[in-house]
């Protein structure tokens, strides 16, 4: 027999409290004065009979049961066959994780996990059970644990070496913690397969450059299990020199100037410890011919840049912005699409003339121009012509005369289809077409002038249309003031959302949806008679904004990372037999109801094609792979993760024997017969005391 807590014990020494029990003889503390004693000299009593022991059988229950409870405390068990033999010590369950990430492209990393692998595999004993996986955005096995275990064990590392040296490093990511946390899984596996009732332990040899851009987010709330060791060999070069090159996103224009800058935004971030600071960013075609002057750009160590660059002006479909001056290439090169010229089709009903400059229609011309990105073109409609609607529906249309009629259904059924309507309130007569297009039978209008001007108060700049201006350095619209306005009465249009109001409390900018397109009825206009808005460099880009708000297509984009699913454009028209071309030539067949491609494992520019043509798009490496400094061990030590370097027989024993034991106590529960004991020898106790007091009674009540 064997027990799990010894020290529990040392409660045996509690037995031999009955006995000191059993021995106190409680003598009178009280005393009584006398007074033909006070003069005599004290002395102390003299004892007449030695302290014997009572009721032995009583004692010995008491003290049985102290020592039952005390045993039951220490949780002992019967090992039995149970004991963990040398023999037993190195048979593990063990998972070599390889890094493939694309950080491993780096000088020879490659060759020195191969060699690692090789290395870690010729210490494992044959009674050894363990597999060879390969990570980087996901686990995948090059030798899984049923097909060694199949094989001879002299075979073992030649059949590993040899699959490894048909294995390259992915582009893709680094994601450490969901490998670790599945290969912990695949571990449990081998010994659901076994037949033998007791866990051995579990190891995982991580083989990586360990770099501090991997990701460990899939174990930040992951308990790591207590029989679970990972043992990290790193891998190092002797330059730690590495930069890296990234593509950011446009940010939303705050100006006109920042909404008409085509220059693109990008990032070179410097490894700390770099030996290199000054890079030089270079325009090149896919064949590696230069264009454009380079930019130099200084980058400290452990810093990074933030460059704005011009586009080039090569007519080339596809070019690439590449970082020289790095040691290692991998992560230098950006693969731009020059974004196709968007055609802005906008139609205006009015009756001003375009060059009157106290119309609204000049103003209109003005804020919607043609740039390197889009080729606009304002169309006037008069009010009363047979059709607004041509057969390519224009992005937006203003109404600011009142429409007639039929235009006015017309209009509403533009909406209903997803169309974009600004239309602006410039009198009482514009009260029935109103009513019209928001089905009301009646809207009122009245035209209001404000003693001196009125300003815009309240702003909902969710609102596309103020969105662009949300920030508390472009928010002031005190600076624009309104000479004129009209009210409409708010209690007859419910379905209204109103997303600004003057001063006054009137509504200004009024919206509602209507079927899968939008509304917007401003209470006043832009003219130089109604207010300053239009000569406020905020009008053109609140018009901008707004355009692009509505017909942006927000599931497309030209740039994705390495393994990320791509979701073709809305309205895309594939053949019969779709296909997608990867830079290298390979083809991804796809099906003609497609809506999103996978399969995208490298860098470069993909093309889907269409009956049109081809649909372009670039694949980019996962910047975090750049940040190739080492990652300290403190990082996974706080993650919780219990790290180990060599292995240690004498200790490997004692813990395979602990795991042991507590699984062996767990079934046997002998701790529970012993409190059950403890308590039956208490009952029986209390019973005797009892029944062996009730003679010392009886002589009591008889006295």
């Not at 992951?222 to 930069?243: G, M, R, S």
Request: charged content about 20%; proline content about 7%.
């Amino acid at each position: 027999m064997s027990v799990l807590a010894p020290l529990y014990l040392l409660g045996l020494a509690a037995i031999s409290l009955p006995l000191l029990f059993h021995l106190i003889r409680r003598t009178p503390r009280g005393e009584m004065l006398f007074s033909s004693l006070m003069f005599l000299q004290p002395s102390p009593p003299r004892l007449t009979k030695r302290s014997r022991l009572e009721n032995l059988l009583l004692l010995l229950l008491r003290g049985l049961a102290l020592a039952l409870l005390a045993l039951a405390f220490a949780r002992p068990l019967f090992r039995q066959a149970a004991l963990v033999t040398p023999e037993d010590v190195g048979r593990q369950r063990v998972a070599v994780l390889v890094d493939t990430s694309a950080s491993m492209r780096r000088g020879d990393l490659w060759q020195q996990a191969v060699k690692a692998v090789d290395k870690t595999l010729s210490e494992y004993r044959p009674q050894d059970r363990f597999a060879v996986y390969a990570f980087d955005e996901t686990l995948r096995p090059i030798a899984s644990y049923q097909d060694l275990a199949g094989l001879d064990p002299a075979r073992r590392r030649t059949a590993v070496a040899g699959i490894l040296k048909q294995t390259d490093p992915t582009w893709a990511g680094t994601h450490l913690g969901q490998a670790m946390a599945d290969a912990l899984a695949s571990l449990e596996d081998m010994r659901d397969s076994d037949s033998e009732d007791v866990a051995t332990p579990r190891r995982i040899v991580l083989i990586s450059d360990l770099q501090a851009g991997c990701r460990l987010d899939a174990i930040s709330g992951y308990e790591w299990p207590e029989d679970a060791a990972l043992e990290v060999i790193p891998l190092t070069l002797d330059d730690p020199t590495n930069a890296g090159l990234q593509l950011l996103g446009q940010q939303t224009a705050q100006t006109v100037e920042d909404a008409r800058d085509q220059r693109l935004r990008v990032r070179v971030t410097n490894t700390a410890g770099s030996n290199v600071e000054n890079f030089r960013l270079q325009w090149q075609t896919p064949a590696g011919q230069s264009l454009e002057s380079p930019i130099d750009v200084h980058a400290p160590s452990g810093e990074s840049r933030v460059v704005r660059v011009p586009p080039p002006k090569s007519t080339v479909s596809s070019v690439q912005l590449v970082l020289a001056g790095d040691s290692f290439d991998f992560d230098n090169t950006i693969h731009y699409l020059p974004p196709a010229r968007e055609a802005l089709h906008v139609v205006c009903i009015g009756s001003d003339d375009p060059d009157d400059t106290d119309g609204m229609a000049y103003y209109l011309n003005r804020a919607i121009q043609s740039d390197a990105s889009r080729s606009a073109e304002v169309v006037h409609v008069a009010p009363g012509a047979q059709a607004v609607i041509e057969s390519e529906p224009p992005q937006l249309v203003v109404a600011t005369s009142p429409p007639s009629d039929s235009q006015a259904v017309e209009l509403r059924q533009f909406v209903e289809r997803g169309g974009l309507l600004l239309y602006v309130v410039t009198g009482e007569e514009d009260a029935a077409p109103l009513a019209t297009m928001l089905e009301q039978s009646k809207v009122e209008v009245t035209n209001v002038e404000p003693n001196d001007y009125a300003m815009l108060g309240e702003i909902e700049f969710d609102h596309p249309l103020f969105s662009a201006m949300a920030g508390p350095q472009f928010n002031n619209f005190a600076q624009i003031l309104f000479w004129k306005y009209r009210r409409l009465n708010e209690a007859s249009l419910p379905d209204l959302n109103t997303i600004a109001r003057f001063d006054s409390g009137d509504p200004a900018i009024l919206q509602r949806y209507i079927g899968t397109g939008e509304l917007l009825v401003m209470t006043a206009g832009w003219s130089p008679g109604d207010s300053q808005l239009a000569r406020s460099w905020k009008f053109p880009l609140m018009l901008a904004s707004l355009i692009a708000s509505h017909h942006r297509d927000s599931t497309f984009r030209p740039s994705y990372q390495v393994n990320q699913r791509v979701p073709l454009p809305h309205g895309i028209d594939l053949p019969d037999s779709p296909v997608v071309t990867k830079p290298g030539g390979e083809e991804i067949h796809l099906t003609s109801d497609a809506t999103a491609v996978d399969g995208f494992d490298a860098p470069g520019v993909y093309r889907v094609a269409t009956r049109s043509g081809s649909t372009e798009f670039a694949v980019h490496l996962d910047p975090t792979e750049s940040n190739t400094a080492p990652l300290p061990k403190e990082v996974l030590e706080q993650a919780g993760i219990q790290l180990s370097t060599e292995f240690d027989v004498a200790a490997e024993q004692a813990k395979m024997q602990q795991m042991r034991d507590v699984e062996l106590e767990g079934r046997q529960k002998v701790w529970k017969w012993l409190v059950a004991l403890a308590i039956v020898i208490l009952i029986t106790e209390t019973l005797l005391a009892g029944w062996l007091s009730r003679p010392a009674e009886q002589a009591l009540a008889a006295a």
